[in-house]
């Protein structure tokens, strides 16, 4: 194991880690845990560590196509919203790197998501309370602190963060024949496969698919592009100022407080603030499509199917034949393809390693039950808490997953822990 552990901390991970109690332990390393990291960084005395079970950081490695950006401001990094100030912030990446001119200059419409990792990637050098290389592979409760096995060193800690992230989503119908030619869009540049002269249909109508489709429409020759969705149209995402004002920390509180099932419908309603698709990167694939038709004398090479749900697949592993069914006239009821690509989504689950504790947490209708610092319910100590980041939408609205509020979050956690208001929020 890695023992790059943050000397606040005191802690040796390859002498048993137990050796002093932590104020806490966070499992997972992105954006969200990354966040509480920097924010806990300048506080004197707290004790934690960050685990990570990759060897290094890197974020949604299978999307960083090079053309993708951020649906958010540059100000919603992993500290700015809470502390403007603090050396983690983006601004203080790029006048670190030297491209602050530059980058004013070039005036993107929005921050590249491959230079948005870069800045992630910087901020992970620099915090030494992360330990890449540590795979927890169980946590338990005992003698007033949690116990997180990682190999054969154990790290014991007052209070539990859970940063693991969402899982792929991939329906049931696709799961048995998951592999080199059906695969989730999660993974699209890991496998990088070969779309040269091949069919490729691309099943979703959110963001990650709509990249994808744009990503092989300019940079590929594939000899056919179907993209399927369920939804009724390829809908743009809500970036209108009300739809944003869902995602400031007034609202999501407001959210907190309601009924399950009136937060249910709310979820529903406000979908396309957060999982329509940029505007920009529509008018991009129609555009293309338009000059496949007009200009390149190819029409139906990017072929556009909504209102379609795919329900089987049949065949493989060189052709596929996808089963569909749609409300509209001009629908196949068979689709052929050579590869198929999973843009499905992401959902939470509660990881493996949490199986001894799984037990003892409260849900509710199966939904683990999140307070108002996000801290889950449990039959343990009230003063060991253990912390859910981008796990609780079903309890924080549809903010929870997204980036907007990612150092509120964190800072909600921090003082929770400290039990004071370190930071304002």
Same mark, same amino acid.
């Given at each position: ?149 990682? =190999?054969?060193?154990?790290?014991? *800690? ?23 030619? %059906? ?19 691309? %099943? ?16 590929? *020759? ?37 009924? *399950? ?53 049949? =065949? ?38 949490? &199986?001894?504790? &799984? ?20 039959? =343990? ?25 990612? *150092? ?18």
């Amino acid at each position: 194991m890695n023992a790059h552990i943050d000397a606040h901390v005191d802690v040796d991970v390859d002498t048993h880690v137990d050796a002093r109690i932590l104020d806490y332990a966070a499992v997972g390393i992105g954006p969200a845990n990354m966040s509480l990291a920097a924010l806990a960084h300048p506080v004197d005395g707290l004790r934690g560590a960050h685990l990570e079970r990759r060897e290094s950081f890197s974020w949604h490695p299978g999307l960083l196509l090079p053309e993708a950006t951020l649906q958010v401001s540059l100000l919603k990094d992993l500290v700015t919203l809470v502390d403007p100030t603090s050396p983690f912030s983006f601004l203080s990446f790029l006048a670190s790197e030297g491209r602050l001119y530059r980058f004013l200059a070039a005036d993107f419409p929005a921050v590249l998501r491959a230079e948005f990792n870069q800045y992630l990637q910087w901020v992970a050098g620099r915090l030494p309370s992360l330990t890449f290389g540590a795979d927890v592979r169980s946590v338990d409760f005992r003698d007033g602190a949690f116990q997180l096995r990682a =190999g054969e060193h154990e790290v014991t *800690a007052r209070h539990l963060v859970l940063g693991t992230g969402l899982a792929p989503s991939v329906p049931e119908p696709f799961r048995p024949v998951l592999g080199p030619t %059906v695969f989730h869009s999660g993974e699209f540049l890991l496998r990088s496969p070969d779309v040269t002269g091949r069919r490729v249909v691309v %099943v979703g109508g959110g963001q990650s698919g709509a990249e994808i489709v744009r990503h092989l429409a300019v940079g590929a *020759a594939p000899d056919s592009i179907t993209w399927v969705s369920r939804r009724s149209s390829f809908l743009p995402m809500d970036d209108s100022p009300f739809a944003n004002d869902l995602y400031t920390p007034e609202y999501v509180r407001r959210f907190h407080a309601l009924p *399950a099932d009136h937060k249910a419908r709310l979820l529903e309603r406000q979908k396309y603030t957060s999982d329509g698709i940029d505007l920009q990167v529509l008018q991009d694939i129609y555009r293309l499509s338009y000059r496949d038709e007009f200009i390149e004398n190819n029409p139906g090479r990017l072929r556009f199917l909504a209102d379609c749900a795919v329900t089987a697949i049949e =065949g493989g592993p060189d052709e596929w034949k996808l089963v569909v069914e749609s409300s509209g006239p001009d629908a196949p009821a068979v689709l052929a393809a050579d590869i198929v690509i999973l843009s499905t989504g992401y959902a939470h689950a509660l990881p493996d390693f949490m &199986a001894p504790l &799984a037990a003892r947490l409260r849900r509710d209708d199966g939904m683990l039950v999140v307070g108002d610092d996000f801290s889950v319910a449990w039959d =343990g100590p009230a003063e060991n808490r253990i912390y859910l980041q981008n796990g609780a939408r079903h309890s924080w609205g549809v903010a929870d997953p997204n980036l907007s509020l990612l *150092a509120w979050r964190s800072a909600v956690i921090l003082n929770s822990m400290l039990g004071e208001t370190r930071y304002s929020v």
